[in-house]
C-alpha cells in the first residue's frame, strides 16, 4: 500500500492486485481497521475461522473472530485478486446497510394516494416484517385488480450478488410470475444496441460469447487494436466469480509489446489502465467520433486496394451498396481522412497510416461496449465488422473482430467441465392473475422505462415493433439500482412522483431506497449459504459460497422474503418446490455432478464436497478460434443472419424504414458532441461515465473505508484533463461543480494528463446524495454522474442507453460546502401510531 499526499489531503492508494507478485501481498493483511465492524456488528455467533465464499470480485477466505468478520484473504487459486477484494467486509457492517423493514412516512398515512413529492427526502418508519409484507401483497392485489398487469413493472434486472441459487432478480420474478403476468423489460444497459445490431449483421450477440483462446492470438496476432476498451480495468470483476487467470496473459502481451512480436493501437480518447499496463500507441479521438474514424480507414483500404475481396464475396453481402456511401457517390461527401480528420481530431496521415498498419498482417480488434452505450452506438458496433470483414481474417487466429474481451475472463480455455445451472424463474405454475394488457405493449426496452413512466399511451419504435407505453403504477426493483443505473437523474425524481407504489429489496440504503414506499432488508451473499462456478468463461471449477456471518439486524435472504410473499397468496409449495435452500444447493450441485459423470469429470459427492473439499476443479479444456466453423464451412455453418452471412448492407434494417438506422453503417451527428460539435459552445467538456476502477457500478461505494481510499475531499473523483483543469483554474484536491442544463454535482478534481483536452470522466456508481432530497434539479453532494447524462435512446432501433452522450462545464466551487448525504442510512421517524389507524390503502 502507498501513501500519497495529494494537495493536502491524504489518498491511500492500493497497489492494483495483478501488479504485485504475490496475492496475499495484497489482501492478506489487514488494510482496513475493523471499526466498522466493531461498531456495528449484532454478532450472536462466536464462531472463529475462515470461510470459504465468492463474488463478483473473486473468491477468497473471509477470516472470522467471534462471529465478526475481520479480513479477508484472496483464494489461493487466484493468481490476480483485485484490490476491491478489501472492501467487500464493509458491505455487511457499513452505515448504510438497510437494517429493518422501512415504509416512506407518507406512504405509511395515505398508502398509495401519498404524497409522492415526498419522496426523496428520506423520512421512513420502521413497521414489522409482516406488516411491510403484506402491504407489498395488498399492493400487488390492487394494482393487478384495479389495473391490469401492464400497470406492475417488475422485470429490472442488474447486478445482483453472485450465487447459483440466490440470485434476487430471479428470485423475485419467480414470486410475482406466481401472483401475476407484468410489464416486462427487455434488452440490458451494458450491451443494449451492440445484441441488438450484432444479430442482424453478425448473426449472433456476440458481446457475451466466449473469445479466441489468447494462447493462439499470442501466436499469431501482429497487431491488436483496442477499441475503446479497457479489459485490465474492467475484467477485475466478473458476473459470476472471475478468476482472473486472464491476467497472466495479459503479463505475457505486455512482454509481446515489450519486444516488439506485437504492436497494440489503443482507440481511446483516455489513455487507459491497459495502455498503461501493457503499453502500445494510443490514437486520441475525439469523443463519439469513432464512426468517422473507422469510415475513412474503410476507405482508405478501399481506394489503396488493402481490402480481402475473396473475403467479401465469399463471407458477406452488401459491400457494394455500402460502397457507394463510402465514396460519396449517394450523399456528396467522400469518407475520407480528411473528411473524418476535421471530425475525429485524428490527422489524415495518421489515419491512413494506422488503415496500412491494419491490413499489413494478422489484426485481431478487441471492441469495448461504451461506444455503443452513446446516440447511434449501433453504427459503431456494425462498423467494427465493416472493417474486419474488409481485413478478411474474421475465424482466423488473432485475427477478425470481438466484442467481449473485456468481460468474464474472456479469451481463457474453457475447462472440459460440467456448467452448473440455477434457481429458475419459471415454476410452470399459472399465476392468480393474468388480466389483459389494454392493448399496452407488454414489455418494453430497459433504458427507456422512465419514458415510460413519463409518457403513458406513448408509442415508440423498437427493433421493427412498435412499443405502446403503458400506464405504470407500481415497481418492484430487487438486485439492481436504478438511482445510480439510470440517465437524467432530475428527469427521472419527476416521473418517478406518477408511481403510486415502490418496492425496493436491498441491502445497501442506496437512492432507490430513498425514492421507495417499501424498503425490505436483504441479506448480503456473506451471510447465507450459496455455491457457483469459479471462473467465468473459463469455468475452472465449482466452489462453495459459506455462510460468513449471521445475518445483521432484521435482514432475510430474499429467498425468504419472497417466499413469505408467496404464502400470503397461497403459492409457497410452488415458490420453494417443497425444497428449503440447502437442499436446492444441492441439487444443483448434483445436477452438474450428474452432467460430469456422463463426459468423464469425477466430482466428489455433496457432503464430501460440502463439508470438505469445498473446492472442485476441472480438467483443461481446449484452445478455440471464434468464428472459425464459420470460415472453414460457411454453408455448414452459417452465421445466423438473413443471409447465413456478414450483412455489411442489411435488408431486414433497411425495410424498417428508420432514419438514425439505415441498411449499413453511417455517421450520424449526435444532439451533442464535444471538440466543435452540437452544444459544444456551452458546455464544452465531453463527460464519460465508465466503468469504476473501484467499485462494481454503485456497489462498494458505500464502503466507507475504501471510498476513503479514492474520494477526494469525501467527494467522488472527476478527471480532468491539465489544459482544462488550467483554463479554469483548478488544481487536484479541489471541489468543483460539474453541471449542465440538467443538473449539478459536486466533485473532487484530480488532474491528468491521462486525458485528451475536451474530455473528462465522474465513473459511473457514484452514489447520488442530494442536498435536498426529493427536489428535483438539487445539488448532488457526492458527484452522480447520472444527474447530467441524457435519457435518449440510441436509435429507433435498439433504444439503449446513451448516457455516455453528455456535455458538461466544470467550475470551481466557491460556495459553502455541504456535507455529503448520501451513506447515512433513512432518517427514521418514530413517533407515528405503530398500528397505523390513519392508513387508507383500500
Ligand atoms: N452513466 C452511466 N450509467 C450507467 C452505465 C454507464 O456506463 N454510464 N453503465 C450501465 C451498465 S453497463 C450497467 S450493467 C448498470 C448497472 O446497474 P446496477 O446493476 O443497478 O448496478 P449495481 O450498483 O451493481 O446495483 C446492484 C444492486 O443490487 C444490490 N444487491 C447486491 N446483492 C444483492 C442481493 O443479494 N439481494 C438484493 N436484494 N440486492 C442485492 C446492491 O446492493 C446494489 O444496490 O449501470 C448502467 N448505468
Ligand atoms: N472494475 C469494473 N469492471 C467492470 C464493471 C465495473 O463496474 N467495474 N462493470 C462491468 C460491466 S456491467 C460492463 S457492462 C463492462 C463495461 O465495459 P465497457 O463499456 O467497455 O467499459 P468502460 O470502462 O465504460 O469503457 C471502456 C473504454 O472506452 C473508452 N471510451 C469512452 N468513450 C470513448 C469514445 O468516444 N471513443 C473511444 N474510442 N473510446 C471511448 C473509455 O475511455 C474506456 O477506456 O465492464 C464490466 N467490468
Ligand atoms: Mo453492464
Known sequence: ????????????????????????????????????????????????????????????????????????????????????????????????????????????????????????????????????????????????????????????????????????????????????????????????????????????????????????????????????????????????????????????????????????????????????????????????????????????????????????????????????????????????PEWAEKICGIPADEIRELARTMASGRTQIIAGWCLQRMQHGEQYAWMIVVLAAMLGQIGLPGGGFGFGWHYNDAGTITSAGPLMSGFSSVTGVEPIHQGSYNG????????????????????????????????????????????????????????????????????????????????????????????????????????AMKQIVEPMFESKDDFDIFRELCTRFDREEAFTGGKTKMEWIEEIYNGARLQGRGIGVRMPNFVKFWEEEQFVSFPEGSEWVRHAAFRKEPDLEPLGTATGLIEIYCKTIADMGYDDCQGHPMWFEKVERSHGGPKSNKFPLHMQSCHPNYRLHSQLCSSDDFRGTYAVQDREPVYISTADAKARGIVSGDIVRVFNDRGQVLAGAVVTDDYKSGVCRIEEGAWYAPLEGGKPGTLCTYGDPNVLTVDIGTSKLAQATSAHTALVEIEKYTGPIPSVTGFSGPTEIDDVNPLFPAMDIA
Open 1 to 336: 500500500m502507498a501513501t500519497e499526499k495529494l494537495q493536502g489531503i491524504t489518498r491511500r492508494r492500493f497497489l492494483s492486485g495483478m501488479l504485485t507478485a504475490s496475492a496475499g501481498a495484497v489482501i492478506g493483511s489487514s488494510l482496513l481497521a475493523p471499526r466498522t465492524a466493531m461498531a456495528a456488528t449484532d454478532a450472536k455467533s462466536t464462531f472463529s475461522g475462515d470461510v470459504i465464499h465468492g463474488s463478483h470480485w473473486g473468491a477468497f477466505r473471509a477470516k472470522v473472530e467471534n462471529g465478526i468478520w475481520i479480513d479477508t484473504v484472496a483464494f489461493e487459486n487466484d493468481p490476480h485478486p483485485t484490490a476491491m477484494l478489501s472492501a467487500v467486509r464493509e458491505v455487511v457492517y457499513n452505515p448504510s446497510r438497510v437494517k429493518y423493514p422501512m415504509v416512506r412516512l407518507d406512504w405509511l398515512k395515505h398508502g398509495w394516494k401519498s404524497d409522492t413529492t415526498q419522496r426523496g427526502d428520506n423520512r421512513f418508519v420502521r413497521v414489522p416484517w409482516s406488516q411491510a409484507l403484506d402491504f407489498f401483497h395488498h399492493e400487488l392485489e390492487r394494482v393487478q385488480n384495479t389495473y391490469g398487469p401492464s400497470a406492475l413493472y417488475a422485470g429490472h434486472s442488474g447486478w445482483q450478488s453472485c450465487g447459483k441459487l440466490n440470485t434476487a432478480g430471479t428470485i423475485m420474478q419467480r414470486a410475482i410470475s406466481l401472483h401475476g403476468t407484468y410489464l416486462a423489460k427487455i434488452g440490458d444497459y451494458s450491451t443494449g444496441s451492440a445484441q441488438v445490431v450484432l444479430p442482424y449483421v453478425a448473426g449472433a450477440m456476440e458481446v457475451y460469447e466466449q473469445q479466441t483462446s489468447w494462447p493462439l492470438v499470442l501466436e499469431n496476432a501482429k497487431n491488436i487494436v483496442i477499441w475503446g476498451s479497457d479489459p485490465i480495468k474492467n475484467l477485475q470483476v466478473g458476473w459470476l466469480i472471475p478468476d482472473h487467470s486472464v491476467y497472466g496473459y495479459y503479463q505475457q502481451l505486455a512482454d509481446k509489446v515489450k519486444s516488439g512480436e506485437i504492436n497494440v493501437i489503443h482507440v481511446d480518447p483516455v489513455k487507459s489502465q491497459s495502455y498503461k499496463f501493457f503499453g502500445g500507441k494510443q490514437v486520441p479521438v475525439n469523443p463519439q467520433t469513432d464512426v468517422p474514424l473507422m469510415l475513412a480507414i474503410a476507405h482508405t483500404l478501399y481506394t489503396e486496394k488493402l481490402y480481402d475481396e475473396q473475403f467479401l464475396a465469399d463471407y458477406t453481402t452488401g459491400f457494394d451498396q455500402f460502397v457507394p456511401y463510402l465514396t460519396g457517390e449517394k450523399d456528396g461527401v467522400a469518407k475520407t
Open 440 to 543: 399496452y405493449s407488454t414489455y418494453i426496452p430497459v433504458a427507456r422505462f422512465v419514458d415510460c413512466i413519463e409518457n403513458p399511451g406513448k408509442t415508440i419504435q423498437f427493433n421493427g415493433h412498435s412499443v405502446k407505453f403503458p400506464h405504470m403504477k407500481m415497481a418492484i426493483f430487487c438486485g439492481n439500482n436504478p438511482f445510480h443505473h439510470h440517465q437524467d437523474r432530475n428527469r427521472m425524481i419527476e416521473a418517478w412522483r406518477k408511481l403510486e407504489t415502490v418496492v425496493s429489496v436491498e441491502h445497501q440504503w442506496t437512492a432507490t431506497c430513498r425514492f421507495a414506499d417499501i424498503v425490505l432488508p436483504a441479506t448480503t451473499t456473506y451471510e447465507r449459504n450459496d455455491i457457483e462456478q469459479f471462473g467465468n468463461h473459463s469455468n475452472k471449477g465449482i466452489i
